[in-house]
């Protein structure tokens, strides 16, 4: 606050009487946050009625909490946004992955840490952008936002279904159906319910009166970051002619 000797200053007499000037505060409120003083100031030349005047001085912390640095990129293993990693509560933690945190009027300890999700991302890899919230005890914030990656690495596996054989012999000009998504089974430790593999045929080879396929039945998980694969194979003989017979038989008598 301006003194009383600068305030003496300002005032002048014509009788070149000394001045004096008294001073008396009303506090209106008081918090580190917002604070008023109204001062009375009493300006006297011990001849003449004293001029009064009052003046209001206020303040407070009005200043947020100053964030500098960045926070790196998080990259997660998981099977969707739900599997991203907790975030931090407390400005030592901020601190400890790479902000700089200062507050001219509160301190570390007392600032109040807070953060919120927003998927960018609902495909694999999903992305989330996580914004800390850095408030002082004066209600005066500053922001720090960070990404977070979560990839599914899950390795899912792929078996044949029981009663399925990975190569089966038909036999002879037989009518069969060809290799299904039921022939298999799929694990993903991802998926809430086993899921179905794509089964694609294979051209049939000849060699002769053999025949032979393979069906090939694939899975990949959600990223497509692991694939599994099996197959299954048919062989069996093709034969449209009854057997020839060449040459005569004799006669028997009996």
Known sequence: FPTNDSIKSLY??????E???????????????????????????????PVVKTITYSGGDKTAPEITGTLADIEAKGCSVNDKPAAVTTAAALESMGLSIEDACTADASL???ASDS????ECPYTVIRTYTVKDLCGNASKAKQKIQITNTSVPTIALAPG???????????SFS?????????TDSCKATAPNAEVADGSIVESGCSRSQTWTATYTNACGTNAVSK????????????????GTIDTLYV
């Open 19 to 49: 001045l004096t000037v008294a001073s008396t505060d009303t506090l209106v409120t008081d918090d580190d946050c917002s604070w008023s003083v109204t001062r009375k100031y009493t300006i006297s030349d011990g001849c003449n009625d």
């Open 119 to 122: 998927t960018v991302s609902a």
């Open 112 to 114: 109040i840490v807070t």
């Open 178 to 186: 060809a290799p299904t998504a039921a022939n298999f089974v799929v």
């Open 12 to 17: 002048t007499t014509s009788c070149e009487l």
């Open 164 to 174: 399925s054989d990975s190569v089966k012999y038909l036999g002879c000009n037989p």
């Open 231 to 246: 197959t299954i194979t048919y062989n069996w003989t093709v034969d449209a002619e009854g057997p020839q017979v060449t």
